[in-house]
T-cell receptor, first 114, second 112 residues
Framework: EAGVVQSPRYKIIEKKQPVAFWCNPI?????LYWYLQNLGQGPELLIR????????DSQLPKDRFSAERLKGVDSTLKIQPAELGDSAVYLCASSLEGLAGEQYFGPGTRLTVT | GQQLNQSPQSMFIQEGEDVSMNCTSS?????WLWYKQDPGEGPVLLIALYKAGELTSNGRLTAQFGITRKDSFLNISASIPSDVGIYFC????????????FGKGTKLTVNP
């Protein structure tokens, strides 16, 4: 069974440029999460989807971050415009509904903003 | 907001030694989880704990859910070089919340 797929694995952009990350969850997992992980820290939740509905986006900086999961399967996280402080690893995870404790993570996208 | 205090921050041990790390919080959690993260990869779930007082093993790993629901520990016995990595605890709040709160991690180095 394929795990959570994320692309790209690495991205280097200049500040003020837009960037997008893509995630395909494990087949059958209707809950999808986007996390931010800074160096030396644990993951921090940005947004959680149940199917195509964003049920927790309280930690998403909505002035520059947006996310979508139009068909309830794969998802895209966008930053526009990027700032230097956005340099981090962006992790996607998925789980079966009601089993938030058993989240399966993708390898992440390492973003560097110069 | 909820915070998890994970300790120690880092450990340097010899192969074959046992390891213990723990997580504490001022908040009550319904579920405690332990993840391991290798460089350049996402966290991988090691053990999930669902009941206060629960003691669960996964091979050489043993974890316990504290009876106060505010703490958990992870033990690794007879460490081997591939145990190297960062170990994160995570707690899931109750009351219908699906949110996981992660600790800052314990970085484990095993010297052969």
């Amino acid at each position: 069974e394929a795990g959570v797929v994320q692309s790209p694995r690495y991205k280097i952009i200049e500040k003020k440029q837009p960037v997008a990350f893509w995630c395909n969850p494990i087949s059958g997992h209707n809950t999808l999460y986007w996390y931010l992980q800074n160096l030396g820290q644990g993951p921090e939740l940005l947004i959680r989807y149940e199917n195509e509905e964003a049920v927790d986006d309280s930690q998403l900086p909505k002035d520059r971050f947006s996310a979508e999961r139009l068909k309830g399967v794969d998802s895209t996280l966008k930053i526009q415009p990027a700032e230097l402080g956005d340099s981090a690893v962006y992790l996607c995870a998925s789980s079966l509904e009601g089993l938030a404790g058993e989240q399966y993570f993708g390898p992440g996208t390492r973003l560097t903003v110069t | 907001g909820q915070q998890l205090n994970q300790s120690p921050q880092s450990m340097f041990i010899q192969e074959g030694e046992d390891v213990s790390m723990n997580c504490t919080s001022s908040s009550i959690f319904n579920t405690w989880l332990w993840y391991k993260q290798d460089p350049g990869e996402g966290p991988v779930l090691l053990i999930a704990l669902y009941k206060a007082g629960e003691l669960t093993s996964n091979g050489r790993l043993t974890a316990q859910f504290g009876i106060t629901r505010k703490d958990s520990f992870l033990n690794i016995s007879a460490s081997i070089p591939s145990d190297v990595g960062i170990y994160f605890c995570a707690g899931q709040l109750g009351g219908g919340s699906e949110k996981l709160v992660f600790g800052k991690g314990t970085k484990l180095t095993v010297n052969p």
